[in-house]
């Protein structure tokens, strides 16, 4: 049973929320703490960023039939602006994709490649599903690295969402 538009449109929503929250964390980091390899998932936050913002690109454009053979990393977006100005840029570009989406059209299958080459054939609802997870995923990581490099931290799960949402509609 796919998802509902309105409740896949609603994940992207917290995603792209989400994202905004870990930036304004992230500033409370120095450079030298934002830049530093810690030894955990892509080595330092502003890499894990740009790896958590490219996915989402890579995504977007296989949604769209496009093959793009590698995915963006810190050398395309060496920096906290660079990032900072893109980043918005990518959740615009996959709102005005979800945004021409019918909900039939939401269920059709996308077959992609990924970067090694595989072949797969997943419906769509389940690939949004699978961008907005992701993203969460890093999330997690992104607080635990902005903690350990003196930042303070953000809540930014589900329900904290729908409570700033309702605050702030």
Not at 94 to 120: A, H, P, W
């Amino acid at each position: 049973m796919a998802a509902s538009k309105e409740h896949l449109g609603r994940m992207l929503d917290f995603m792209r929320w989400g994202d905004s929250q870990m930036i304004l964390a992230a500033r409370s980091v120095n450079d030298e703490g934002y830049y530093r390899e810690q030894g955990m998932s892509l080595g330092s936050i502003h890499k894990l960023m740009v790896h958590a913002m490219a996915a989402q690109w890579i995504w977007l454009c296989r949604w769209r039939g496009e093959t793009p053979d590698r995915i963006e990393t810190s050398d395309d977006y060496p920096t906290r602006q660079a990032l900072e100005q893109h980043w918005p840029l990518v959740h615009a570009a996959m709102f005005d994709f979800f945004g021409l989406q019918s909900s039939r059209g939401l269920e059709k299958i996308v077959e992609y490649r990924n970067t090694r080459g595989e072949v797969f054939a997943v419906p769509l609802y389940e690939l949004i599903l699978h961008v907005v997870d992701h993203a969460t995923y890093h999330r997690g990581q992104l607080n635990s690295m902005i903690k350990r490099a003196g930042g303070t931290p953000v809540t930014v799960g589900y329900q904290q969402y729908v409570i700033q949402k309702a605050r702030h509609p």
